[in-house]
């Protein structure tokens, strides 16, 4: 099992570009999780989705938009790049049969 | 929503020395997840331990929901220990986590 995966690894942006961050789980998990991590800080929820079909607001929503069309990816999409979302951004996965949250290796985003 | 506060926000050990990390929370919850981060980046689930005490190895873990907190125990700390310690919690109602800001542990030979 390749567990959580995240494309790409790392991207630089400029300012009022988009684009979309992949994730993808193959524990068959229901849940699936966008966090944001900025030095010094712990996570921050973006987004989340308790199955396919479904998506809901975190702590830290604005300027970002999901689609979970599958349940296994999970995407995060910035239509207008700004510079406070430099940031590494990481995805979770979880089963209800366990409650532990599994992450991918994070993406590491640059805005100029 | 709910608060949660790691101490101490940073911790220097020689190696083999043992360590206690404490996380409080300001309220009831359903979920509490230990959480280390490799110097690295990569975030690994130590233990789900919303109640009561697991252990794994050199590492365990206690949490008392009565009085909301949780403790994460390190003995015989190797140097593969270092990286940052995250405890995050669920509260009652919701999906979602919500993280301290870590205790960042450096284990020096």
């Known amino acids: 099992n390749a567990g959580v995966t995240q494309t790409p690894k790392f991207r630089v942006l400029k300012t009022g570009q988009s684009m979309t961050l992949l994730c993808a789980q193959d524990?068959?998990?229901?849940?699936m999780y966008w966090y944001r991590q900025d030095p010094g800080m712990g996570l921050r929820l973006i987004h989340y989705?308790?199955?396919?079909?479904?998506?809901a607001k975190g702590e830290v929503p604005d300027g970002y938009n999901v689609s979970r069309l599958k349940k296994q990816n999970f995407l995060l999409g910035l239509e207008s790049a700004a510079p406070s979302q430099t940031s590494v951004y990481f995805c979770a996965s979880m089963t209800i049969n366990t409650y532990e949250q599994y992450f991918g290796p994070g993406t590491r985003l640059t805005v100029t | 929503g709910i608060q949660v506060e790691q101490s101490p926000p940073d911790l220097i050990l020689q190696e083999g020395a043992n360590s206690t990390l404490r996380c409080n929370f300001s309220?009831?919850?359903?979920?509490l997840q230990w959480f280390h981060q490799n110097p690295w980046g990569q975030l690994i689930n130590l233990f789900y331990?919303?109640?009561g005490t697991k252990q794994n190895g050199r590492l365990s873990a206690t949490t008392v929901a009565t009085e909301r907190y949780s403790l994460l125990y390190i003995s015989s700390s190797q140097t593969t220990d270092s990286g940052v310690y995250f405890c995050a919690v669920e509260a009652m109602v919701g999906y979602q986590l919500t993280f301290g800001k870590g205790t960042k542990l450096s284990v020096i030979p």
């Open positions: 309220d009831s919850v359903n979920n």
């Open positions: 331990i919303p109640s």
């Open positions: 524990m068959n998990h229901e849940y």
């Open positions: 989705s308790v199955g396919e079909g479904t998506t």
